[in-house]
Nanobody, 128 residues
């Protein structure tokens, strides 16, 4: 089992950058694919980014491609989301998630139901 705790959210202006972190408990962190999702007010939760076990494969939603970067440090059991050129439409609660898929294609899925563990979320608000 993995417990996930996000941090780093806050209020920023459009064009600013922000770095979210997710700390994972457990000794098997490196066996999990990791993902970030977000949920804006009144909207369904949506996929943002995912990363493979070693960090060698990443996947992004089209809406954040080129602006966000997902990374992980298996020695520290952390996964991060570096967000730049933030827009008001990036305002949402951001969630860290983990899944134990057996293949990179399955593990970097954008499908919410394929993720086994979730953090409590951290709020990101981007003002115009």
């Amino acid at each position: 089992q993995v417990q996930l705790v996000e941090s780093g959210g806050g209020l920023v202006q459009a064009g600013d950058s922000l770095r979210l972190s997710c700390a994972a408990s457990g000794r098997t962190f490196s066996s999990y694919f990791m993902g970030w999702f977000r949920q804006a007010p009144g909207k369904e939760r949506e996929f943002v980014a995912a990363i493979s076990w070693s960090g060698g494969t990443t996947r992004y939603a089209d809406s954040v491609k080129g602006r966000f970067t997902i990374s992980r440090d298996n020695t520290k059991n952390t996964v991060s989301l570096q967000m730049s050129s933030l827009k008001p439409e990036d305002t949402a609660v951001y969630y860290c998630a983990a899944n134990r898929a057996s293949t990179i294609a399955a593990g970097t899925t954008s499908t919410e139901k394929e993720y086994d563990y979730w953090g409590q979320g951290t709020q990101v608000t981007v003002s115009s």
